[in-house]
């Protein structure tokens, strides 16, 4: 039974089906420009034209494939369940509730680091700082309360 669970998300500006929509209207602008300097004789500028807009291609594709990153937090029974969801590859932990140590400050890019029984996650990637310490704040109560059940 989940008794607590976290969603933290990649903040997007955008998402995946309307980049694809901003992206048309990009190609369609910038192709209509230089369909116009290729019939006054500029060729060259159709090329980098589609230069252009194969790098842009390339570059949204990079941001869409990112943009549904999150990590998944969720307090059972009698494990923490962390879920590391990047580029649609999920990576999974099982920590032990009643081994669960946080570390803040020992970790790099002030990630918090979540470790029981010799494995550790670093969590947070996605949030500001002011949004981690309340995190941690937050985990620390469920784990208090959870441990006070157990005993």
């Not at 996605?126 to 208090?144: P, S």
């Amino acid at each position: 039974m989940i008794k607590r669970e976290w969603d933290l998300r990649r903040n997007c500006a955008i998402a995946p089906r309307q980049l694809g929509f901003f992206y048309a209207i990009l190609c369609a602008t910038s192709f209509a420009v230089a369909i116009g300097f290729t019939l006054r004789g500029a060729w060259f500028v159709l090329l980098f034209a589609v230069l252009e807009m194969s790098a842009v291609a390339i570059a949204f594709l990079i941001y869409a494939r990112h943009a549904t990153d999150r990590e998944h937090i969720a307090m059972l029974d009698d494990y923490l369940l962390v879920e590391l969801i990047q580029a649609q590859e999920i990576r999974q932990f099982k920590l032990d509730l009643r081994s669960i140590r946080i570390a803040v400050q020992e970790t790099n890019k002030g990630l918090i680091g979540i470790e029981a029984l010799g494995t550790r996650v670093e969590v947070g990637q996605f949030l500001t700082e002011w949004k981690r310490r309340e995190f941690v704040l937050e985990l620390r109560q469920e784990l208090q309360r959870s441990q006070k059940a157990c005993a």
